[in-house]
């Protein structure tokens, strides 16, 4: 499939999608989730790969899903679309996809980040927003629920009562007020987050990925068990990171006092 309206690059690393509909502030169409999960299929294929960057295209991350596309709208009088098929066959797909790549998700909210375009930010592991971004659970304005994960992020990230006034009044909240409310790792400088997050990305391209994938696997776990239940995955999980290679170069290179130098497995 050839990319119409993301782009996607491999370089150190990292691969970095780029939502790419800029006048329309990147909103999502049925085609732009289709090459997502290309995307996301084509870098978890790739072993060289072991960071992922999204970001969006001139002024905004994502107004969300395209309000224009008639299989979603629904005007007065008119046929009543199904979203539910909406989201079991584009968004949610990708939305798994995306918590279960097994390398660390960086996001670059570079602009406003609304609806849908919000929670697929949020759905990445360490997200930064230019100063001037906002987050806009925008759905109540047209009459919907948060998706994307929404309804279930937003609640374990911020409390019950942060989660429902976000959700109840679609206000917007700007990158700082997210960072205060820990929705998001950092508010940085408007020309310096490209930078920025793609430093972030090549660094933790280095990282020890095969760990890296099994905290995030581990962290997402913990919203559902018990905590003898979670000691045990925790258990099953520090084994495998103990038999990769990665931890016993950590240990030699701790002894020999280096960096140590990570190869992912
Ligand atoms: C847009 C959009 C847009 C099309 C701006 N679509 N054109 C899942 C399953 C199925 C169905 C429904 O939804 C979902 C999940 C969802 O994501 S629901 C939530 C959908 N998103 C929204 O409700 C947000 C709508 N957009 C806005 O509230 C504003 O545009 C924001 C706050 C994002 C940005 O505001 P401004 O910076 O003031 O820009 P603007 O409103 O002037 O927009 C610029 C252009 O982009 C404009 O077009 P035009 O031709 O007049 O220049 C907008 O119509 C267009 N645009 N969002 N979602």
């Given at each position: 499939?050839?990319?119409?309206t ?31 999960k ?30 224009s ?13 199904d979203l ?21 998700t ?44 929404g ?26 007020r ?16 490209l ?13 020890p990925?095969?760990g ?15 905590l ?7 258990a099953?999980?520090?084994g ?13 290179a701790?002894?020999e006092?280096?960096?140590?130098v990570?190869?992912?497995?």
């Open positions: 499939m050839s990319f119409e993301i782009l996607y690059e491999e370089a150190e690393g990292v691969a970095t999608i780029t939502l790419n509909r800029p006048d329309k502030l990147n909103a999502v169409t049925a085609r732009m989730l289709a090459e997502l290309q995307a996301l299929a084509r870098a978890a294929a790739n072993s060289d790969i072991r960071s992922l960057l999204l970001t969006g295209a001139g002024r905004a991350f994502c107004a969300g899903q395209d309000l596309d008639r299989t979603v709208s629904a005007g007065s009088g008119g046929a009543r679309p539910s098929k909406s989201l079991s066959e584009g968004y949610n797909p990708f939305i798994l996809s995306l918590i279960e790549l097994e390398m660390p960086i996001c670059a909210v570079n602009g406003v980040a609304a609806g849908a375009g919000a929670n697929m930010a949020l759905a990445c592991d360490i997200v930064l927003a230019a100063r001037s971004a906002k987050f806009l659970q925008a759905f109540a304005k047209i009459g919907l629920i948060p998706d994307s994960g309804s279930y992020f937003l609640p374990r990230m911020l409390g019950l009562p942060r989660a429902r006034a976000l959700a109840m009044l679609a206000e917007p909240i700007s990158a700082a997210a960072e205060e409310w820990g929705l998001i790792w950092k508010a940085v400088d408007d020309d310096t987050i930078l920025e997050a793609t430093t972030l990305a090549r660094k933790l391209a280095q990282a990925t095969l890296l994938a099994l905290t995030k696997k581990a962290m997402l776990a913990s919203y559902d068990n018990s003898a239940e979670h000691l045990a995955l925790e099953e999980y520090q495998q990171a103990g038999r990769s290679d990665d931890y016993a170069e950590g240990i030699s701790f002894m006092k280096r960096d140590p990570f190869r992912g497995k």
